[in-house]
């Protein structure tokens, strides 16, 4: 038998197909051997769970910053970052939680859908008033949040501004804060 010198172009295409099947491996198992969550649980806020190490995000909702302030029914201001974070922590109550992969954020962060036994975790936030549908993501829980506006619950019993504006406004306010220390 005759032995065959392979040309530099198939010895190109040959290490490209070889290249091409490890990086496929490697995104399969950063996309699907993490798919499902479960372990001992720290609420971060509203919408942001650890889990075994693994920063999570729950999945269509977005709940106020730890930081913000929003104001009850009487015009008070009340830590509702805070308050939001609470009542997570209260809905899982130490109580195992699994998590289902549904993308990885920006950040790097496994986007999620959460539950405690039966209980979706983002439902039930949106439905109790502490966090509100993330329509950029999905209809997914648009009634729960119109239910629990019309009924005044969690932060819809005042005034708040949306998360996602207070975020832009945080940053754009150190943005502000920083061109005018480099005008002085």
Request: charged share 30%; with cysteine.
């Amino acid at each position: 038998m005759a032995y065959s010198r392979k040309s530099p172009l198939r010895r190109i295409i040959d290490y490209t197909v070889l290249l091409a099947l490890i990086a496929g491996t490697i995104w399969f198992i950063n996309n699907y051997a993490r798919s499902d969550l479960s372990g001992s649980v720290i609420v971060i806020d509203g919408d942001s769970l650890r889990i075994n190490g693994e920063d999570i995000r729950l999945y269509a909702i977005d709940a106020p910053e730890l930081h913000q302030s929003c104001l009850d029914n009487k015009g008070n201001s009340y830590q509702c970052g805070k308050s939001s974070r609470d009542f997570l922590k209260k809905l899982i109550s130490r109580q195992p939680v699994k998590c289902s992969l549904e993308e990885y954020d920006r950040y790097d962060r496994a986007v999620s859908r959460c539950k405690v036994g039966n209980t979706d975790l983002s439902s039930a936030m949106v439905a109790n008033g502490w966090a509100v549908a993330y329509l950029r993501i999905s209809l997914a829980y648009i009634r729960q949040e119109a239910k629990a506006r019309k009924a005044r619950l969690g932060i819809w019993q005042g005034d708040f501004e949306e998360p996602e504006d207070w975020r832009y406004e945080q940053r754009r306010g150190f943005a502000g804060d920083a061109e005018l220390l480099i005008d002085d």
